[in-house]
C-alpha cells in the first residue's frame, strides 16, 4: 500500500476533508466504479487510478477507527 497523506487521501475520493463517514463512503463507490480496470480496458493506469482510490478509502476509514 502506498503512503498517501490524508489531504491526497480526500483529493484522490474528490471530497472535502469535513466529509463524513457516509460521504466518504459514497465517493469511494462512486470513484470505484468510475476507474474500475474492467470499466476502463482501453485505459493502461486504470489499475493504477483503481488502486489509488482504494487505499484513499483505507487511509480515511482506518484514520476515523482510531
Known amino acids: 500500500m502506498s503512503k498517501l497523506s490524508t489531504t491526497e487521501a ?3 475520493l ?7 463517514e457516509d460521504e466518504i463512503k459514497s465517493a469511494y463507490k ?7 480496470p474492467d470499466k476502463n480496458i482501453n485505459d493502461p493506469e486504470a489499475s493504477d ?3 489509488r482510490v482504494n ?5 480515511l476509514t482506518e484514520e476515523d477507527s482510531d
Request: positive net charge; without cysteine.
Open 10 to 12: 480526500y483529493e484522490i
Open 14 to 20: 474528490g471530497i472535502d476533508s469535513t466529509a463524513s
Open 30 to 36: 462512486k470513484q470505484a466504479l468510475k476507474t474500475h
Open 49 to 51: 487510478k483503481f488502486r
Open 55 to 59: 487505499d484513499a478509502f483505507r487511509k
